[in-house]
């Protein structure tokens, strides 16, 4: 240690050169970086729920969806100015990029009976010439037809529908950005041909183009932010203008070889990994403080600065590379997660923390030695604030040790009352358009949480079969029974309107014909009556042996959308068993993956929780240290998924991965007290002095360390994407009762643990 601590001080250019040539070389590859709005990435090719719907999507047609909300100001859309508009909108629609479908209240292929002959056209043709009479015959179809009404025109007519369907490309980024900027170019025509309509975008691909606005957002806006606001905090707490320099540098150096390094593996990034190199800052200056609040207190203390920086080193190393070790453990658990983005977001992390820990060890050092670094005398004649802190917790500690466990048990008490739910229209805030947009449809118009069906009838041409007809009618009404849902499309409503229209549009006959043969006959003739690009491949397969029923549901978070797809199953099972299939589409992928992903990070948390307990217990070698150790690192998790309970209620998909995340970080602090505890100890000093001598070390780069981190951590904060916004903010907060542990509850415990070696 002495040879190397000397060959780098004296070597401290050429390793400043060489870190730097190595650092520009690695970050280069930044370039390759990619930024991806597909949501999909949130799912693991072996997600079933994921396997379903694109089973679902082969069979029948894509879920990719853009739908348009019009909206008028005199209350109703039946008018001829408003139906025009709808209808100038839909012939617009079809040139969008990629589409292959558009439906609209006024393109609904309406069938009635004219003579013997079954007439099929759209709803509304040349509105501007409707009399008041079409009006009325417009409304009275449209609001009576189950096909549209509570889909493409509000059930009390004030809103009409438009709704575009996607073909997207494997490579979708710049099919979704070119999609997205037709409509919108659309709608601004739309909205200045009509300016008395309002018009409202939102689907599954206006949802991919908000990712990609989210991750490019937080890239942006939140990276610059924590950097200054670590600057800042660093320069107060350190008081030297020249180390908070070092570890600017520091910072600059370890996320340009991250990102460079992700570049060159051809990495590509979502919202729910965005914040690596945010991640990657606050902890990079958790290590580089330890290193320099040391080298600080060697220089007060008569040091010259060289050697002080050899005291830090020797001192720091071995504490900085098992907190290194153990926060590269917990991060690396994020493999466990059953949602690719986190792997991505641990493995980048910990390379970032390797890289933090190799260059802490060399370039910060040589940095250390070049720049004219002095101490600061300007606190010397004040007793220090940590060591009064160590006299009141000494004093007190019995009484601290019980306010801290009252305290945490009322907190933790809150953690039952988390629902594991999410509810992906509410990924992003207000600021979004595309939020705003998705509220006022789901409030004015229709749900955007879809449960998808495929009603297997038996066999080939099964589908006009009476009995299946009959079983799937039942189906659908259980359904459209429920308080949930909003809407339900199903076939038989197809097949009651065609006999209906074969029997004289008698509405006695609005029912499911019994003859299978006429049933075929009439969907053919129906079949060959629709224009083109309007057929009723979306609503049944090829061979006519299944169809797709379509449930719409309101606004409800996952936990409810599971529980009422557990309770179609279970009506199923005991009334029309051989119907029975689960539940698709992407409302349903989303509302399985966080329960599967808190599941799978369970086992992630619990496996680096016991190869981190293993470690601190050899590197102590005391089982009993080992044991006392892990107490501050549980609690503080634990009390800060308690105080969301009570604050939030639910645990989403970025909380499902908090412990893993937070566990290896906060480990840190204790590492570092126990380190100069077990070394007071092994000088001879009582378990309270001991205790008094940690806080005096320690305890100023430790409330350091936490301030940075949790301010860092707190910039996630301020994104308009939930998983950024709830992972930084429980991060910041578990980081928080850390040091609280750390300083109050982890010295009463060794001083109560150690009373056999104190006597």
């Not at 039946?78 to 609209?104: C, H, K, M």
Request: proline content about 4%; hydrophobic content about 50%.
């Amino acid at each position: 240690m002495e040879r190397y601590i000397e060959l780098v001080l004296s070597r401290r250019w050429l390793v400043a050169v060489l870190a730097t040539l190595i650092m520009l070389a690695i970050a280069s590859g930044a370039r390759f970086v990619t930024v991806s709005n597909d949501y999909r990435t949130l799912f693991s090719e072996e997600d079933p729920k994921l396997a379903a719907l694109d089973a679902l999507e082969n069979t029948y047609s894509t879920s990719e969806l853009a739908l348009i909300a019009v909206t008028p100001q005199d209350g109703t859309v039946f008018t001829r100015e408003t139906l025009g508009a709808i209808e100038a909108l839909t012939d617009a629609a079809w040139q969008t990029p990629y589409s292959n479908r558009v439906d609209s209240l006024t393109n609904y292929s309406h069938s009635e009976a004219s003579e013997d002959d079954l007439v099929v056209a759209p709803l509304v043709k040349n509105a501007s010439s409707l009399s008041d009479a079409g009006l009325e015959r417009v409304e009275k179809i449209a609001l009576g037809a189950p096909a549209i009404a509570g889909r493409l025109v509000s059930h009390d007519g004030r809103v009409g529908g438009v709704a575009i369907k996607f073909i997207l490309p494997e490579n979708m980024d710049q099919a979704v950005a070119e999609i997205t900027d037709y409509l919108q170019d659309m709608l601004q025509q739309a909205r200045a041909s009509h300016p008395q309509l309002s018009y409202h975008l939102t689907g599954s691909v206006v949802m991919h183009r908000a990712f990609s606005d989210a991750t490019k957002n937080d890239l942006r806006t939140l990276t610059p932010f924590v950097f200054l606001v670590i600057v800042a905090v660093t320069i107060v707490l350190l008081r030297s203008i020249l180390g908070t320099l070092s570890i600017v540098a520091m910072i600059l150096f370890v996320v340009n070889t991250t990102m460079g390094f992700a570049g060159w593996l051809n990495t590509t990034f979502s919202p729910t990994n965005a914040g690596v190199p945010i991640i990657i800052m606050t902890i990079t200056v958790a290590h580089c403080v330890h290193i320099v609040t040391t080298v600080q207190q060697g220089m007060r203390r008569g040091l010259e600065r060289n050697a002080a920086i050899a005291e830090s080193i020797r001192i720091n190393f071995s504490p900085v590379f098992l907190t290194s070790l153990t926060t590269m453990i917990g991060f690396l658990s994020l493999n466990a997660s059953d949602s690719p983005p986190f792997h991505i977001l641990g493995n980048f992390v910990a390379f970032g923390v390797f890289c933090a820990f190799i260059y802490s060890m060399t370039l910060l050092p040589a940095l250390l030695s070049i720049l004219p670094l002095r101490a600061s005398t300007a606190r010397t004649r004040k007793r220090d604030p940590f060591a009064l802190l160590a006299d009141f917790v000494i004093a007190r500690r019995t009484l601290l040790l019980w306010c801290f466990v009252l305290v945490a048990a009322l907190l933790v008490a809150g953690i039952p009352r988390n629902e594991l739910t999410d509810n992906w229209t509410r990924y992003f805030d207000d600021r979004y358009e595309f939020r705003r947009d998705t509220d006022y449809v789901m409030q004015n118009l229709t749900g955007l949480d879809l449960l998808e069906y495929s009603l297997d009838a038996g066999r080939e041409g099964g589908i006009t079969d009476p009995g299946y007809l009959q079983k799937v009618e039942t189906f659908a009404n259980w359904y459209r029974e429920q308080p949930e849902v909003f809407h339900v499309r199903a076939f038989p409503d197809i097949m009651k309107r065609l006999n209906k229209n074969m029997h004289g549009d008698d509405p006695g006959y609005y029912r499911l014909p019994e003859d299978p043969e006429l049933a075929a006959q009439y969907l053919l003739l129906y079949e060959l009556s629709l224009p083109v690009g309007l057929d009723l491949n979306d609503r049944m397969d090829v061979a006519k042996s299944a169809t797709r029923m379509t449930v719409v549901v309101r606004s409800i978070s996952t936990q409810e959308l599971r529980g009422l797809d557990q309770r179609a199953q279970a009506w199923l099972q005991t009334h029309q068993p051989d119907l029975a299939t689960e539940a698709s589409g992407i409302s349903v992928a989303f509302a399985h993956v966080t329960e599967r992903n808190i599941r799978s990070m369970l086992r992630g948390t619990v496996i680096a929780m016991a190869l981190i307990s293993l470690i601190l217990i050899l590197v102590f070698r005391s089982l009993y240290l080992g044991a006392v150790s892990l107490v501050p690192n549980f609690v503080p998790a634990a009390m800060s998924f308690g105080m969301w309970g009570h604050l939030v209620g639910h645990v989403g998909l970025a909380s499902s991965v908090v412990v893993a995340v937070a566990f290896g970080i906060i480990v840190d602090d204790t590492i570092h007290f126990l380190s100069k505890y077990v070394k007071s100890r092994q000088e001879g000093l009582h378990a309270t002095e001991a205790v008094r001598a940690a806080f005096q070390t320690v305890g100023r780069a430790l409330a350091t360390t936490t301030a940075v981190l949790s301010a860092g951590f707190l910039v996630f904060a301020l994104s308009g994407f939930e998983i950024s916004w709830a992972l930084g903010l429980l991060v910041a907060i578990t980081i928080t009762f850390a040091l609280a542990a750390d300083f109050l509850l982890l010295p009463t415990l060794l001083i109560a643990t150690d009373r056999r070696k104190n006597s």
